[in-house]
């Protein structure tokens, strides 16, 4: 059975920091890609981040690119978002979610991945 288990969301004023891990079990880590997506009341699920499966490609939104940092642990199962700068823009539930490396649709899209969270909150006050 895959699950996807994040957690570190919370409160945190403009300009805060936050780091959101996700422990992946049940599937062979190192050969997946993964991936960060968030969903804001009333808006679509969106793409934020993407690490490759070899790890050392990544694709950034632009509006979180130099704030946002993607990365992963092979060892430990687990990929980690780390937020800096945050907006109150970036207020969303924070999705993380796993794909197989041989996926050929872009990792942009929510249909490449086969498997998900369940979410962690991230409120980002003004």
């Known amino acids: 059975q895959v699950q996807l288990v994040e957690s570190g969301g919370g409160l945190v004023q403009a300009g805060g920091s936050l780091r959101l891990s996700c422990v992946v079990s049940g599937l062979s880590f190192s050969r997946y890609d993964l991936g960060w997506f968030r969903q804001a009341p009333g808006k679509e699920r969106e793409f934020v981040v993407a690490?490759?499966?070899?790890?050392?490609?990544?694709d950034y939104l632009d509006s979180v690119k130099g704030r946002f940092t993607i990365s992963r642990d092979n060892a430990k199962n687990t990929v980690y978002l780390q937020m800096n700068n945050l907006k109150p823009e970036d207020t969303a539930v924070y999705y993380c979610?796993?794909?197989?490396?041989?996926?050929?649709?872009?990792?942009?899209?929510?249909?490449?991945?086969?498997?998900w969270g369940q979410g962690t909150q991230v409120t980002v006050s003004s």
């Open positions: 979610a796993a794909g197989p490396w041989y996926t050929t649709t872009g990792r942009h899209y929510s249909s490449s991945y086969d498997y």
């Open positions: 690490i490759y499966w070899g790890g050392g490609n990544t």
